[in-house]
């Protein structure tokens, strides 16, 4: 028999996409505005940005790399005791990095244990409304995750708020306390009923730490040997693979602007307060544009949304810093030579009023540049976050969402631990991040530009493994029986 239906509802359900939007909240808002704290620590420990966004890099990576570890754990403890599990390993890798002596021992704090708590926490949530729902699950899982960007707009200028209160080592305490909070949400994660189908991964085994019931049943020992088995067969499938590499080079470059704009945002002549703000209105953009996607992903071709925006996503990351000069020679605005080149071929800015009239002289203001970046990055992006989920299951089916899930946030996390050292190095060769904002731009559109054969691709497989009609069936028949009689004629 198959596993129990998703019940779409009921109060356990709605209380369970409570949770996931505030574990998305804390977790997610603490993550993407970590990068509040990088100019702060460069000044602390008298380093540069890849030594410093090595931080970032490790931090991501193994919240995204650890699915594996997420998902065996929700196999095996459940969706409660995993978030619990995770929420205290994140609030002492913060509370931990506050003593850091050096930026090495932040790489495994900050970077490694903080990662590690974030990453076991974001599994089980989505996999809990994922096992709730069926026809209301791109709904409801717009709404949880738009708690991903809300917190990063509450946090990010919170942050912000907090450095200027106190030092910011008290400031990693007050945020190791809020990610301790997410305990509580974690045990609204209430179990599905047992499955009664021995060979599911079922509800059972994920929402159900009963280990009692599932020996008495013979299933325990087998469960790491069938999500090892499962995960085997996810690398040999053609469309897995082919989403994974995607989600490879998207994951390369959707870290950067939240590790970098607060940094870059100062170097374009910006306050640090503007930074953070900055930082803010990707979460904001990013929360309205999880609504809008949810629902027109309900009418359109999931897989050609999630594509499209990827490929703008990538186009605007690339031309990030090209805004305020392009929107100046569109207006026609005279800035002067001060404020335009210094932004795109220096690491110092001497800010010069520029001699412009009052209609444009917005055009000369760098914030208005980023200010068009980060809200087109905050649309597009949010692809990337609410889609993917929704495309995997439609590619491999909600049955193995769990694992192929865990799978691929592997994928992600080794292109995360690559893509903010990378373009952090860049700077400190170049002077500017421009060179590295353009290469991760071109990563993530080339991430969705691959996708798109995949329809295609399914067609010719399905053609090419069309079963034989009853015609042809027949006049097989027809010539096995005419062989037949021309053996038996004498010769």
Same mark, same amino acid.
């Given at each position: 028999?198959?596993?129990?239906? &998703?019940?779409?509802?009921?109060?356990?359900?709605?209380?369970?996409?409570?949770?996931?939007?505030?574990?998305?909240?804390?977790?997610?808002?603490?993550?993407?505005?970590? /990068?509040?704290?990088?100019?702060?620590?460069?000044?602390?420990?008298?380093?540069?940005?890849?030594?410093?966004?090595?931080?970032?890099?490790?931090?991501?990576?193994?919240?995204?790399?650890? =699915?594996?570890?997420?998902?065996?754990?929700?196999?095996?403890? =459940?969706?409660?005791?995993?978030?619990?599990?995770? !929420?205290?390993?994140?609030?002492? =890798?913060?509370?931990?990095?506050?003593?850091?002596?050096?930026?090495?021992?932040?790489?495994?704090? &900050?970077?490694?244990?903080?990662?590690?708590?974030?990453?076991?926490?974001?599994?089980?949530?989505?996999?809990?409304?994922?096992?709730?729902?069926?026809?209301?699950?791109?709904?409801?899982?717009?709404?949880?995750?738009?708690?991903?960007?809300?917190?990063?707009?509450?946090?990010?200028?919170?942050?912000?708020?907090?450095?200027?209160?106190?030092?910011?080592?008290?400031?990693?305490?007050?945020?190791?306390?809020?990610?301790?909070?997410?305990?509580?949400?974690?045990?609204?994660?209430?179990?599905?009923?047992?499955?009664?189908?021995?060979?599911?991964?079922?509800?059972?085994?994920?929402?159900?730490?009963?280990?009692?019931?599932?020996?008495?049943?013979?299933?325990?020992?087998?469960?790491?040997?069938?999500?090892?088995?499962?995960?085997? &067969?996810?690398?040999?499938?053609?469309?897995?693979?082919?989403?994974?590499? !995607?989600?490879?080079?998207?994951?390369?470059?959707?870290?950067?602007?939240?590790?970098?704009?607060?940094?870059?945002?100062?170097?374009?002549?910006?306050?640090?307060?503007?930074?953070?703000?900055?930082?803010?209105?990707?979460?904001?953009?990013?929360?309205?544009?999880?609504?809008?996607?949810?629902?027109?992903?309900?009418?359109?071709?999931?897989?050609?949304?999630?594509?499209?925006?990827?490929?703008?996503?990538?186009?605007?990351?690339?031309?990030?810093?090209?805004?305020?000069?392009?929107?100046?020679?569109?207006?026609?605005?005279?800035?002067?030579?001060?404020?335009?080149?210094?932004?795109?071929? !220096?690491?110092?800015?001497?800010?010069?009023?520029?001699?412009?009239?009052?209609?444009?002289?917005?055009?000369?203001?760098?914030?208005?540049?980023?200010?068009?970046?980060?809200?087109?990055?905050?649309?597009?992006?949010?692809?990337?976050?609410?889609?993917?989920?929704?495309?995997?299951?439609?590619?491999? /089916?909600?049955?193995?969402?769990?694992?192929?899930?865990?799978?691929?946030?592997?994928?992600? =996390?080794?292109?995360?631990?690559?893509?903010?050292?990378?373009?952090?190095?860049?700077?400190?060769?170049?002077?500017?991040?421009?060179?590295?904002?353009?290469?991760?731009?071109?990563?993530?559109?080339?991430?969705?530009?691959?996708?798109?054969?995949?329809?295609?691709?399914?067609?010719?497989?399905?053609?090419?493994?069309?079963?034989?009609?009853?015609?042809?069936?027949?006049?097989?028949?027809?010539?096995?029986?005419?062989?037949?009689?021309?053996?038996?004629?004498?010769?």
């Amino acid at each position: 028999m198959a596993g129990p239906v &998703a019940p779409d509802g009921g109060f356990w359900g709605w209380m369970a996409v409570i949770a996931c939007f505030m574990g998305n909240v804390i977790g997610d808002g603490v993550m993407y505005s970590f /990068g509040i704290f990088l100019p702060k620590f460069k000044e602390y420990f008298q380093c540069g940005s890849g030594e410093v966004s090595t931080i970032n890099s490790i931090q991501m990576g193994v919240t995204f790399a650890s =699915g594996p570890i997420a998902s065996y754990m929700t196999n095996r403890l =459940g969706w409660r005791l995993t978030t619990v599990i995770g !929420s205290v390993l994140a609030s002492a =890798g913060l509370c931990l990095s506050a003593v850091a002596p050096s930026v090495f021992f932040l790489y495994f704090t &900050a970077g490694g244990l903080l990662g590690l708590g974030l990453g076991i926490i974001y599994l089980p949530r989505l996999d809990c409304i994922t096992q709730y729902f069926d026809k209301k699950r791109p709904f409801v899982t717009g709404i949880a995750i738009c708690g991903s960007g809300i917190g990063t707009f509450i946090m990010a200028p919170l942050t912000d708020v907090l450095l200027n209160m106190y030092d910011w080592k008290l400031c990693l305490v007050i945020l190791g306390g809020v990610c301790f909070t997410n305990c509580f949400f974690g045990l609204m994660f209430k179990p599905l009923p047992k499955c009664q189908d021995e060979d599911s991964i079922g509800c059972e085994r994920i929402g159900d730490t009963n280990s009692e019931t599932l020996l008495k049943q013979g299933e325990e020992p087998e469960t790491h040997k069938e999500t090892f088995r499962e995960m085997i &067969a996810l690398l040999r499938d053609w469309a897995f693979m082919l989403f994974a590499v !995607s989600n490879f080079l998207t994951s390369l470059g959707y870290p950067i602007p939240y590790t970098f704009v607060p940094d870059n945002a100062i170097k374009l002549g910006l306050t640090e307060r503007q930074g953070s703000y900055l930082v803010g209105l990707i979460g904001i953009s990013n929360t309205v544009a999880r609504v809008v996607l949810g629902a027109l992903s309900q009418k359109l071709n999931r897989l050609f949304l999630y594509n499209t925006c990827l490929v703008i996503c990538g186009l605007t990351m690339a031309f990030s810093n090209y805004f305020q000069p392009m929107a100046a020679l569109l207006v026609g605005a005279d800035c002067t030579v001060a404020t335009l080149i210094p932004a795109l071929n !220096s690491s110092t800015v001497t800010v010069i009023e520029p001699f412009v009239s009052n209609s444009t002289s917005w055009a000369c203001d760098p914030y208005v540049g980023q200010l068009i970046y980060v809200n087109c990055y905050g649309v597009t992006s949010a692809a990337y976050v609410l889609l993917t989920t929704l495309v995997l299951a439609d590619l491999l /089916g909600a049955d193995k969402f769990t694992n192929s899930f865990g799978l691929l946030l592997l994928f992600q =996390g080794v292109a995360t631990f690559i893509g903010p050292p990378v373009v952090g190095f860049m700077f400190d060769a170049f002077g500017t991040y421009n060179e590295g904002f353009i290469l991760m731009g071109i990563m993530i559109a080339l991430s969705g530009l691959m996708l798109y054969p995949i329809p295609c691709i399914k067609n010719m497989l399905r053609k090419g493994q069309r079963p034989i009609s009853e015609e042809d069936t027949g006049k097989e028949e027809d010539t096995v029986e005419e062989h037949s009689e021309e053996e038996r004629l004498p010769v």
